[in-house]
């Protein structure tokens, strides 16, 4: 059996040990959560959003199903409701809109008084297969990286002081891993400024997606020795990953009663519209590891990233 067959059965293996481990319920001292704890899920109205919304709300968490089509928003809460899930919720929110956060924030607010967790799920991928087009680099950007950076700092002013903490859980890629032997970056020096987590800054991150958008504008871009498989995709979730470890540090120095846990997680190549429903993996497997860093009973983890439950190396 050669590397990769090697590597796809312990994947495979381990899904299977996931799958067992979805129908153990938890424990009553393990739930610190219930139909009061409010998860807010962007991008909820279909593939891993929708999911891991249906998850949550299974397990007992109030759930908010954010759609950028409040029509679909609706067709999607009532498909759950209709699977004997009640205590879901649904508002339109498009995250690249900045009045759209707002006005959902305000929403958010007056009716919920806040939230618990925020599982940034929105995103948007245009390449397939073999596909490494730029042309929507921009866009990619904007929706995957500027989009949940909004998010997160618009929801933050919103979690709700608990002992248990707020849970921000970022859904990015392996794509976007730092140091992956394959597809990453070939700037020696900004890798190790990125692995940095006490002197990594938000600028940092910004200028990195800023020349990269640059050389995609003047098309020198396949030169500037940036992720060679999905070039923007990867880009935008690397964004996702060096940010989740950028505000894990800053949030470490909120109080206790007010701590706020923010980790990322890989679902994946899982069969969505995302990937042209050409993914290997089901919904249910590539949502688990999300709803699983939601409501780990003891998290005291932040500024990690997960696959298959398991932390990885950014």
């Not at 759930?63 to 409040?70: H, P, Q």
């Not at 990867?234 to 923010?262: C, Q």
């Amino acid at each position: 059996m050669g590397h990769k067959e090697k590597s796809k059965d312990r994947k495979d293996k381990r899904l299977q040990e996931i799958s067992l481990l979805r129908t153990i319920p938890y424990a009553d001292h393990q739930r610190w959560w219930s139909k009061e704890t409010i998860a807010v899920v962007t991008g909820g109205n279909r593939g891993i959003g929708f999911e891991i919304s249906r998850q949550l709300a299974d397990h007992g968490v109030t759930v908010i199903l954010t759609s950028r089509d409040a029509s679909v928003g609706v067709e999607s809460i009532k498909v759950l409701q209709e699977g004997g899930l009640q205590d879901v919720a649904c508002h339109q929110l498009d995250i690249l809109d900045p009045s759209s956060i707002n006005e959902f924030c305000d929403w958010l607010k007056e009716n919920y008084g806040g939230l618990d967790i925020l599982i940034n799920n929105a995103g948007v991928n245009f390449n397939f297969g073999s596909n490494n087009s730029v042309e929507n680099a921009s866009l990619v950007i904007e929706t995957n990286y500027f989009g949940t950076k909004r998010m997160i700092e618009a929801m933050i002013p919103l979690m709700k002081p608990s002992s248990a903490g707020g849970r921000i859980v970022n859904v990015s890629s392996r794509l976007g891993r730092l140091n992956g032997k394959r597809n990453r970056l070939e700037n020696e020096e900004l890798r190790e400024k990125l692995s940095n987590v006490e002197t990594l800054t938000e600028e940092l991150i910004d200028e990195m997606v800023g020349t990269f958008l640059k050389q995609v504008e003047d098309g020198s871009w396949e030169s500037g020795g940036w992720p060679p498989t999905f070039t923007d995709y990867s880009m935008s979730k690397l964004a996702v990953n060096a940010y989740t470890r950028f505000m894990a540090n800053k949030l470490s120095e909120r109080p206790d009663g007010e701590k706020i846990f923010i980790n990322s997680y890989c679902p994946g190549w899982v069969k969505t519209a995302l990937t042209g429903y050409a993914g290997s993996v089901s919904v249910e497997d590539g949502a688990d590891s999300g709803v699983w860093l939601s409501l780990l009973p003891d998290q005291a983890i932040t500024g990690k990233f997960f696959a298959e439950r398991r932390e990885i190396n950014f």
